[in-house]
């Protein structure tokens, strides 16, 4: 099946604890990216990579790192998580070159105590 | 920078009737986007719009877009309770680099 798999589902952690959030995808798209959902602020992206090892901050990137070296995988990495960074993260991608149609994983719900 | 606006933000709507839910966006682009959200579920795409005058239906939903206006309307016909969830617009950057995203329109639908 076609998809995005992101892990884990659910976490909760202390400020200051590194973490990552991994994403794969499947279906051989070049692009892909992480976005975060917030009460009120709707989905606002992270970072975004056109293909392996190509990467570029979106409008909320601060406190996040990425990395692209296999096409497949796309981990978001939190060096050391704040409490502003409690949110529900998306990774997506799309077979398009650059943002099209996005298949979205089912979303990773980070708490940051 | 391309902002985009979706109203109204909550709509409670009655079973059997029409609604129109709005998109406005600030700046040209050539491609629009709507997704609907479950309560904690992912987003799964609708409709992609391409063209000034692009109609897409399925079912009892229908998207058109007016790239002049740079305005795009999801319009209701006849609610029923499955269609309550929240619809996102989004429209691609000019560079192709991201969708940006409204804030979405949570749609309740009572009998």
């Known amino acids: 099946e076609a998809q995005v798999t992101q892990n884990p589902r659910y976490l909760i952690t202390v400020t200051g604890k590194k973490l990552t959030v991994t994403c794969s995808q499947n279906?051989?798209?070049?692009?892909m990216s992480w976005y975060r959902q917030d009460p009120g602020l709707g989905l606002r992206q992270i970072y975004y990579s056109m293909n392996v090892e190509v990467t570029d901050k979106g409008d909320v990137p601060e406190g996040y790192k990425v990395s692209r070296k296999e096409k497949r995988n796309f981990p978001l990495i939190l060096e050391s998580p704040s409490p502003n960074q409690t949110s529900l993260y998306f990774c997506?991608?799309?077979?398009?070159?650059?943002?099209?149609?996005?298949?979205f994983g089912a979303g990773s719900r980070l708490t940051v105590l | 920078e391309l902002k985009v606006e979706q109203n109204p933000l909550f709509l409670s709507m009655q079973e059997g009737k029409n609604y129109t839910i709005y998109c406005n966006y600030s700046t040209t682009s050539d491609r629009l986007y709507w997704y609907r959200q479950d309560p904690g579920k992912s987003l799964e795409s609708l409709f992609v719009?391409?063209?000034?005058?692009a109609v897409k239906q399925e079912g009892r939903l229908m998207a058109s877009l007016d790239t002049k206006a740079r305005l795009s309307t999801l319009h209701i016909t006849a609610a029923v309770h499955d269609l309550s969830a929240t619809y996102f617009c989004a429209v691609a950057n000019q560079a192709g680099t991201a969708l940006i995203f409204g804030k979405g329109t949570t749609l309740s639908v009572s009998s």
């Open positions: 279906m051989n798209h070049e692009y």
């Open positions: 997506a991608s799309s077979f398009f070159s650059g943002a099209n149609v996005l298949t």
């Open positions: 719009l391409l063209s000034n005058g």
